[in-house]
C-alpha cells in the first residue's frame, strides 16, 4: 500500500508542484516528472532572477534545486520523524544559461536507522550535460512530521 505522501507527490506528475508547503519551492517552480518511493525526478525553467552576474545559473539556486529536492525525496520515504539535511556536498560541472532547462534527479542510497544518505544529479536538458553531482546527509531529530 502507497503511502500518502508518496501518493499525492504522484498526483502531480507533469505539473508542477504547487502542494508545496516552502515557498522557496514555489519560487523555483518545479515541474514534478518522476516519483518512486526511493527516488524523484523533477524539472526547472532557469529565469533570469536564478542567474549570477554572468549570466549562469547561480550556484546557490542549483544547491536550493537539489536540497529542495532532496527534501521531496525525504518526504516521500513516509516517514515519522523529519530529518534535517546536515550536509550537502556538491560538484559543479559544467554552466547553465537563462531559459534553458535542468533535471534534478535524487535516489536514496542507504536509509540507517539514524542517518539518510541520497545522491542527487542535475542535468542540463537542453545540452544533455551534467550540471552538478551531489551528496546529502540527513539526521534523525525528535520532531514529528504533521500528516
Known amino acids: 500500500m502507497k503511502n500518502k505522501r508518496l501518493q499525492f507527490l504522484q498526483s502531480f506528475v507533469g505539473k508542477h508542484f504547487t502542494g508545496s508547503p516552502s515557498p522557496f519551492a514555489h519560487w523555483l517552480n518545479g ?8 527516488a524523484v525526478e523533477f524539472e526547472f525553467e532557469i529565469r533570469k532572477e536564478m542567474t549570477n552576474p554572468v549570466g549562469m545559473l547561480h550556484g546557490g539556486v542549483t544547491a536550493g534545486m537539489i536540497d529542495d529536492c532532496i527534501g521531496v525525496n525525504f518526504m516521500v520515504l513516509g516517514l515519522e520523524k523529519f530529518y534535517p539535511t546536515i550536509n550537502l556536498y556538491i560538484d559543479y560541472f559544467n554552466p547553465v544559461f537563462e ?33 552538478a553531482q551531489a551528496s546529502a546527509n540527513l539526521a534523525l531529530s525528535d520532531v514529528k512530521i504533521p500528516n
Do not use: D, F
Open 31 to 38: 515541474k514534478v516528472i518522476a516519483v518512486e518511493e526511493k
Open 99 to 131: 531559459n534553458q532547462t535542468v533535471i534534478v534527479k535524487t535516489k536514496l542510497e542507504k536509509l540507517g536507522k539514524t542517518i539518510i544518505n541520497i545522491k542527487a544529479e542535475v542535468i542540463n536538458k537542453n545540452t544533455s550535460k551534467i550540471v
